[in-house]
C-alpha cells in the first residue's frame, strides 16, 4: 500500500552533491531495497543532520515522498550505529568501501532484499569492532555470503564442466566456468584452488562474519581465496569492485 511518510532502518552507502545547498544520499534500507533521497541543507555547518549521513552509518529514518514514483526526502534520522572506526583508520576505511560498492554496483534499486540488508549490516558493525588486520578475513567472509545470495552458491565437489566428481587436490576455476573446474577441464587460464580455500568457503557458508574476528591463515591461502573470489565476480557479473585495487596493502 502506497503511503506518504515511509519508516525504515537503512545504510548509507553515499552522498552525492546535488545542486544548491543539497545532497542525494545513496540508502540501502531493509524494507525498501536500494533508495536514493534528498536531503536538504547537509553543507551547512549546524546542519540538523549533524554527521548521521555519513557512509557506513545504519539508522533509522523517516522518508517521505509525495507520489510513488517522487524522489524521497529524508524528513528524520536517528542513529543505531555511527561505525566511526571504519572512517578513521585507511585500512578499514578500504574495507569498508570493499563492502559497500557490490551493493552500489550488482544490487538493483528497489529490489527489498532483507537476508542483503542483514549481511551487510552486520558486516559494518563487526568492522567496525574488529582489529585492523582481521578485517580482510571479514571482507573475504561478506564477498563469499555475498554472492551466494545473489545466487552464486557452487556445489564444490562436482566439475562444473564435466560433471565428473573432484577431490580437493585437482580443482580449478575461471571466470569463463565459475567454480570449480577438475583437472582434465582446466585451460590455461584457469587459477587453481587450494585445500585451505576450499575449507574457508565450506566453513563460511556455516558461520556467521563475527566468527571472522577468529580466523588465521597463511598469506598463500589467503592470496588464493582472494583471487579465487575475483574469478566468482568476474564470472557472476563480468566485473569486480573498484575499492579493491587499494587492499593491497594487507
Ligand atoms: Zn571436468
Known amino acids: 500500500m502506497y ?13 552525492v552533491q546535488f545542486g544548491e545547498g543539497h545532497n542525494i544520499i545513496n540508502l540501502f534500507t531493509e524494507s525498501y531495497g536500494k533508495v536514493e533521497a534528498s536531503a536538504f541543507g ?20 523517516l522518508l517521505y515522498h509525495k ?3 517522487s524522489l524521497f526526502t529524508i524528513k528524520d534520522v536517528n542513529v543505531h550505529s555511527h561505525n566511526n572506526s571504519i572512517s578513521e583508520d ?4 578500504i574495507v569498508g568501501n570493499s563492502l559497500i560498492e557490490p551493493v552500489i554496483l550488482f544490487v538493483e534499486k528497489g529490489q527489498a532484499d532483507r537476508n542483503l540488508y542483514r549481511l551487510l549490516s552486520d558486516a559494518l558493525k563487526v568492522l567496525n569492532e574488529i582489529i585492523t588486520n582481521k578485517s580482510i578475513y571479514l571482507l573475504s567472509m561478506y564477498d563469499i555470503k555475498f554472492l ?5 552458491s557452487p556445489n564444490i565437489s562436482m566439475c562444473k564442466k564435466c560433471g565428473d566428481h573432484l577431490n580437493d587436490k585437482e580443482s ?27 575449507r ?32 566468482l565476480y568476474l564470472h557472476t557479473f563480468h ?9 593491497n596493502s594487507y
Open 3 to 15: 503511503s506518504r511518510y515511509v519508516k525504515t532502518e537503512a545504510i548509507v552507502l553515499n552522498s
Open 42 to 61: 547537509v553543507r551547512k555547518t549546524k546542519s540538523r543532520f549533524g554527521s548521521t549521513l555519513e557512509p557506513f552509518t545504519i539508522s533509522h529514518f
Open 67 to 69: 507520489s510513488e514514483d
Open 90 to 93: 585507511f585500512q578499514k576505511f
Open 148 to 152: 551466494s545470495i545473489m545466487g552464486y
Open 172 to 198: 580449478y576455476m575461471d571466470h569463463y566456468y565459475g567454480f570449480p573446474i577438475c583437472e582434465r577441464c582446466k585451460t590455461g587460464s584457469s587459477v587453481q584452488i587450494y585445500t585451505g580455500t576450499l
Open 200 to 231: 574457508f568457503i565450506e566453513w563460511v557458508d556455516t558461520n556467521s562474519i563475527a566468527y571472522s574476528k577468529k580466523v588465521t591463515m597463511e598469506k598463500p591461502t589467503l592470496d588464493n581465496i582472494r583471487s579465487v573470489i575475483e574469478q
Open 239 to 247: 566485473k569486480k569492485p573498484q575499492s579493491w585495487k587499494q587492499l
